[in-house]
């Protein structure tokens, strides 16, 4: 019987831990509340749409950015006092594409040039605090393959409760953006410069982001 | 008993459920879409018409040269050729506009091929290339000396079909061959004149300059008329061009490496 309900655990372990691609993993400890059934919430206030079109020479050569296109807003909640803890990261979803380290393809519009890659795209992640790591600098996902992660706010090894604002000892633990906006409130911007060597057509990726418990 | 069995397992689903969803746990997603179109810029600079006026025996002799009458400068995103076509009604001699008389043993039939082109920088992209030119770089053959076919511009009634292999282009040629670090040999990579930094005292890949030339020589028949593998195309039979107001067209044609 024991062995019937461990198997259990281990089918449902499985199944939910599809609804989450890698690498936002469960968390292991319940120290915050819930973003779904519970109060904690994690809003994303822009378009699930980014669109990049080159279309004149300046764009190829000057690139084209996107300012604030995402914004990301956070309240946590806490079960148990003091011991909420949280990391926000971001990684990169080609779709699965073949090899990892392009974009996947929607269309080609000629022959000549090489398929982009993943670490073409630059991120930009800032608020008013500057709490993520390498805030308002831009990024790409240096390794440069599917599921390349991004820091935003990485698992530290103590937490930084509310209104600390401080850029060295980011701002990890139980809040709201209602009541410290510059904390728990980031802004991404993008930009593409992609300059010459890549084949005409229309490209995706999906940029995850992953908001977690940490113990 | 079965039906107990399910509602018992669907229950505990439910609450193990709750279990997991009950740590802190979210995600959101954009999806980036990028789309590059194709973009081929030629910026011409050139007088709309460039005349040649042959009214002075020296002339006929020394022909008439039009240095640099022409700038090209190329912008483009992908790997591209360029190539000079002239072309008429027909595709092989210039058009007569008017004649000045009727003299005996003329012909209004001048080869479009009279017309001599010269260009900086040289083709730098031509590996396949199997024509005795391969471009248009030869400095021009003192007057004096027939040299037929190693500057003429290639001709046809079809210039939008991309000549062969065995053509002049200006920049690149027919095939889109790569070498073994994936860059063209064939066509010259994506890239824009704002921004190509030439080598010292040369232009860069994506600026040129076109000079012209025509020499009818006495009698007019255009020794320097010829086809690409130096076939003369000059006029013979003991004919010469008969005077007057010809007209050709020079079209510069920009595309994508093919």
């Known amino acids: ?215 | 008993m079965r039906m107990r069995k399910v509602i018992g397992l669907l229950v505990g689903m439910f609450l193990l459920s709750g279990v997991t969803f009950g740590q802190l746990i979210d995600e959101k997603n954009v999806t980036v879409t990028m789309e590059l179109q194709p973009v081929l810029q030629l910026n011409m600079t050139t007088p709309d018409q460039i005349e040649f006026v042959f009214d002075d025996i020296k002339d006929y002799y020394g022909g008439i040269i039009k240095y640099a009458a022409t700038i090209l400068k190329v912008s483009s995103s992908v790997t591209w050729d360029l190539y000079a076509v002239g072309t008429s009604t027909n595709g092989q001699y210039w058009d007569q506009q008017v004649a000045y008389g009727s003299g005996a043993n003329s012909t209004n039939q001048i080869p479009l091929s009279a017309l001599e082109l010269r260009q900086y920088e040289p083709n730098q992209y031509a590996q396949d290339a199997t024509g005795a030119q391969v471009d248009y770089s030869n400095a021009f053959a003192p007057a004096n000396v027939a040299s037929p076919g190693i500057n003429s511009i290639y001709y046809s009634a079809a210039p939008y079909t991309a000549p062969g292999a065995d053509q002049k282009y200006i920049q690149g040629t027919k095939g889109t061959a790569i070498d073994a670090l994936g860059n063209p040999v064939d066509g010259a990579p994506g890239g824009s004149y704002l921004i190509s930094v030439p080598p010292a005292g040369s232009f860069s890949d994506y600026y040129f300059t076109i000079d012209y030339r025509i020499v009818p020589s006495l009698p007019a028949i255009f020794p320097n008329a010829g086809l690409n593998d130096g076939t003369s195309e000059a006029i013979t039979g003991g004919l010469y061009a008969q005077p007057g107001v010809y007209t050709m067209n020079v079209k510069y044609i920009l595309l994508e490496d093919q």
């Open chain 1, 1 to 215: 019987m024991l062995m019937k309900k461990n198997l259990l655990f281990i089918l449902l372990g499985v199944l939910f831990g599809y609804l989450y691609p890698q690498p936002c993993t469960n968390p292991v400890t319940t120290n915050c509340s819930d973003a779904v059934a519970g109060t904690s919430r994690f809003y994303m206030s822009t378009p699930g749409n980014v669109d990049f079109v080159f279309t004149e020479m300046r764009q190829y050569i000057n690139g084209i950015t996107l300012s604030g296109a995402t914004q990301l807003r956070l309240k946590i909640d806490e079960n148990n006092g003091g011991n909420c803890k949280w990391r926000l990261m971001m990684y990169v979803d080609n779709n699965n594409t073949l090899p990892p380290n392009q974009w996947e393809t929607i269309n080609t519009y000629g022959n000549s040039g090489n398929i982009p890659e993943l670490d073409l795209i630059q991120v930009k992640v800032y608020n008013g605090c500057g709490t993520p790591l390498n805030s308002g600098v831009y990024q790409v996902f240096a390794g440069n393959t599917q599921y390349d992660i991004i820091d935003i706010i990485p698992e530290l090894p103590n937490i930084n409760p509310a209104g600390t604002c401080d850029p060295n000892n980011p701002t990890n633990g139980a809040g709201s953006y209602l009541t410290y906006y510059n904390e728990y409130n980031f802004t991404i911007d993008y930009r593409i410069i992609p300059g010459f060597r890549h084949r005409p057509g229309a490209y995706q990726i999906k940029i995850w982001f992953c908001l977690k418990e940490v113990p």
